[in-house]
């Protein structure tokens, strides 16, 4: 059995990659930081706040994601959405995370023939 | 007295460039407090609360670092290899380089082989640490600054012709041809050396009168053995020409050596006359431990020598 500690990179690895993918779709609709991490959580994507606020900035540098401060409600908050690029961008890798599924059906299906 | 979040803000920003400071803190205190009013309506007292998520939050400092992308090590993977490279390289010969020369300058010029080894050793010291300090402060600026070295690329044909690994190493060839340097540094040392500072007088522990011959044989035996450690380093592992040549120098050390030991013309007379325990007999003590320590020496370095090359050659 191996051990927890190899699992878990594994793991990590597997995932890292997917939190972009799942931040660019859930900011189709509005929102702050601490909104979407609860949103990605419940959703079954994990992530830590000290990963999750910085990745939001650096996607906005990128121009993935435009930010809006709202001060309507009781304290100002920095609401980020998709952008056009970011829909682009995420068009093509949730295209790639297809072929990644698919290609690993067809070697599981390849192998057990 | 500011609170627990206002503390971890500051320490936070205060590794943010200047210009993203403002809008970094709006943002991140909106983001703790979020967090901090999810749990206290959860039942959770304030002050507990703060504490987990500031926690959770983790060190301000690596906060810091991932917001601004700035990089958490002095030396990435982008550059490891040709700052180790380097690095090698220039350890292998400049500090010994400098050492050499300054401990001939010292003795030469300077006028005090007593101090020649001393102040070599001391500059070739401060040389490796010179170097190793730079090289290292270059690299890790070229990884801070994002700088391309346009090195070329790796390709098949820097691949060493040799696939056996090395019997004979640097390292071992360097420390030997240090061994070596030192032994003949300490015939002309122990000569000016005062050895007795009492009343001032200068006494040689071997005997002077060997100058006229057997000390400078002596150091053309050692600094050819200098030479053979080069060719044995070249050759990278014994080959038997190289076993018959180190036997022959050992024994062209060895046997002076032994005889003048056992003829009692090794040490200096004036030594043993200055020293009652050397008089009485201590003379002879030392020079048959000293004969048999160099017979063993010697016998366990041939016998060496022929079983690697038998190794080698298998």
Known sequence: MVSDEVLRTHLQELRRGTVVV???????????????????????????????????????????????????????????????????????????????????????????? | MSSLTDRYLAATLRAVPQQRRAELADELRASIEDMIEDRTAGGQGRGAAEREVLTELGNPEQLAARYTDRRLQLIGPRYFLVWWRVLRTLLTFIPAIVGVVTGVVKATVGGEPGAAIGAGVASGLQTAVQIAFWVTLCFAVLERTNTSLNLPEWTVDQLPEETRERQITLVDSCASIVFLLVAVAFLPWQHFQPWLSGDGSRLPMIDPALWSFWLPALIVVLVASMGLEIAKYRAGRWTWPLVAANAVLNLAFAAPLVWLLLTDRLLNPALIERFAWLREGGAEDVAQVAVVVTAVVVVWDVIDSAVKARKAAA
């Open chain 1, 22 to 113: 799942a931040s660019l779709v859930a900011l189709r609709q509005p929102d702050y930081g601490y909104a979407l991490l609860q949103r990605l959580a419940a959703h079954g994507f994990p992530v830590d706040a000290n990963t999750l606020y910085p990745l939001l900035r650096r996607l906005e540098e990128q121009g993935l994601l435009t930010s809006e401060w709202n001060t309507e409600e009781s304290r100002p908050r920095k609401f980020y959405r998709t952008s056009d690029d970011g829909e682009a961008v995420l068009g093509r890798l949730l295209d790639d995370l297809t072929a990644v599924q698919m290609s690993v059906t067809q070697l599981i299906e390849g192998v057990g023939r």
